[in-house]
């Protein structure tokens, strides 16, 4: 556009002064060797306009033809440059798409047009190809001397790692992603690889730095990583727990400063201070997190702070828990169990109940269980709070990629991701053991069988037995239900057949009596235990 502005610009000049030559007439004389040349204005400025455009013209002609070899030379390469990139655009697409054959054949095809020395990318169509191919060895050839030239090199270390990955050779992946750490700190995939490798090896120093590294270079958010070194501060305390309770309760104490709800870094903060004495410190910190996010970790380690604490006492310490966070499972669980804990089955009754009406799970019942076999000892309510928990949900964990942790930890241990344990109910148990049509908790009270009447250890009913040859038949005797181990006995005696006495039930410890040692034989007799004599029946219990 600009040019032919200016074009017409002097196309209007010319115009205008010929008009304005036009307008004022003249004659110009020439003297040359003797000859008088005499001409009009006009005449000698159109000549000498003619003059200078063929001056031009044969300048432009001369420079045509002297510089079209270079011209020819210029235009078949760059024909040839764009063949090039034209095959090696087709060889990389191919290679994306999976279709060997063609990579390879635009490969060589991307060699023959272009110099591999000054485009990077034949390297990388070389390297896809040989992968495709299966052929690993010269992928990796191709990668090695691709980190080898710092043009490429990032992409080098990059195929490099990823191969090593593939091979589960997890060190070499490590240096790998070090080594591009160090010349490109703002590469995501290398710093999260060196970031997850540091903490598997629990180089937390080392950790944070590439965690403070990635925030400089806005590869993560800030929230992602003040959560990331609230977790890698809680990892680090813990390891520090024991050796170092002032470092610990320091970085426990940031990381609640950091992420106000990760229980993981309250209890390590609580324990530092407990270390130390302070235990009214530890409640706060416990307490802070126990607002936001009730755990029963938190809620056990509140309760026994203090380990010269009656019973009494930490059940008003799970009374204050509940206070902070009223109607909640967990703080009506913790309840239950402090109050079985000090014997007032009242109120760990209740709080038990009002724990299953409100999220029935199995340890609910199972707390359930506990009570009942302190409070009544019936094996009937047992056994009904037991089926219960069979059918009833299972109870979060820790949980990371599948991985149920009774503790939780800073890594997953099947991917090496940071932060990645999550308190929930494992997959795998999601469905569990549930039945349909299971009672609700509403009506699982309201099924509890009545207490039986009988005494907390009910003594061994007597049985009927068959007579021995050698051995008089004894006579049936039903015992009372109340009567005693020793009126018993004294009523089998009072009705055995006068004939032959039976002998007595051999003394065992569920009757509350001592075994007779070597079978009632002296220690020099060498015989063995008779193997018809009569067996006392004994209870299994399983929980």
């Known amino acids: 556009m600009i040019r032919l502005f200016i074009f017409l610009l002097i196309i209007l000049g010319l115009g205008w002064g010929f008009s304005w030559l036009a307008d004022r007439p003249g004659l110009l004389s020439i003297t040359w060797q003797d000859h008088l040349i005499e001409t009009s204005l006009m005449v000698a400025a159109t000549v000498l306009v003619a003059l200078i455009g063929a001056v031009m013209l044969l300048w432009w002609i001369v420079g045509v033809i002297w510089t079209s070899p270079y011209s020819v030379r210029r235009y078949f390469r760059a024909r040839k440059r764009d063949r090039g990139y034209q095959a090696l655009s087709t060889g990389l697409i191919a290679a994306g798409a999976g279709n060997s054959l063609l990579a390879r054949k635009m490969s060589i095809r991307t060699r023959g ?39 490429t090199r990032e992409l080098g270390l990059r195929g490099l790692y990823m191969e090593a990955r593939r091979l589960g050779a997890n060190e070499a992946a490590r240096q790998y992603a070090e080594r591009a750490v160090e010349h490109a700190p703002y590469l995501p995939w290398a710093s999260q690889a060196t970031l997850e490798s540091q903490s598997q090896s629990a180089r937390w120093d080392e950790a944070l730095q590439t965690l403070s590294q990635q925030r400089a270079a806005n590869i993560v958010a800030k929230s992602e990583a003040d959560r990331l070194k609230a977790v890698l501060l809680t990892a680090r305390a813990g390891d520090r727990l024991e050796s170092d309770p002032k470092g610990a309760r320091e970085d426990a104490t940031s990381a609640l400063k950091l992420a106000k709800d990760l229980v993981p870094a309250a209890i390590v903060a609580a324990k530092a201070y407990l270390r130390e004495d302070n235990v009214r410190k530890a409640a706060s910190a416990l307490e802070g997190v126990w607002k936001l996010a009730p755990h029963p970790d938190i809620a056990r380690t509140y309760v026994r702070a203090r380990s010269g604490d009656s019973t009494l006492d930490r059940l008003k310490r799970a009374e204050k828990l509940e206070a902070l966070r009223p109607n909640n499972l967990e703080s009506l669980l913790v309840v239950a169990q402090a109050a079985l804990d000090a014997q007032d089955f009242a109120k760990a009754r209740a709080r038990a109940e009002a724990a299953a009406r409100m999220e029935a799970s199995e340890r609910v019942y199972l707390l359930l269980a506990d009570i ?23 109870d979060p964990s820790w949980v990371a990629d599948g991985f149920v942790s009774e503790n939780w930890l800073p890594i997953s241990p099947i991917s090496g991701k940071l932060d990645a344990f999550e308190w929930k109910v494992p ?71 006068p004939e032959k006495t039976a002998p007595p039930p051999a003394k065992t410890q569920e009757n509350g009596e001592e075994p007779v040692p070597f079978f009632g034989r002296p220690p020099d007799d060498p015989g063995v235990k008779d193997q018809n004599a009569d067996q006392t029946k004994t209870r299994l219990r399983l929980f």
């Not at 896809?128 to 992928?139: M, N, R, V």
């Not at 000892?377 to 009833?392: C, E, F, T, V």
Request: charged share 30%; hydrophobic share 40%.
């Open 372 to 394: 009942e076999e302190a409070e009544t000892g019936d094996q009937g309510r047992i056994r009904h709070w037991m089926q219960q928990a069979l059918r009833a949900p299972r």
């Open 427 to 497: 997959f795998s148990q999601l469905e569990g053991p549930v039945v349909e049509g299971k009672a609700a908790a509403d009506e699982a009270i309201a099924n509890l069988p009545a207490v039986t009447e009988s005494s907390p250890r009910p003594p061994v009913a007597p049985v009927e037995t068959k007579p021995r040859a050698e051995e008089a038949k004894p006579a049936k005797v039903t015992a009372p239900p109340a009567a005693t181990h020793p009126d018993t006995d004294a009523v089998a005696a009072k009705t055995t057949s």
């Open 113 to 151: 047009l272009l110099s591999a020395d000054q485009e990077p990318l034949i390297h990388l169509l070389d390297a896809q190809t040989a992968l495709i191919e299966g052929k690993y060895d010269d992928a990796r050839a191709k990668f090695e001397s691709m980190a080898d030239d710092p043009e």
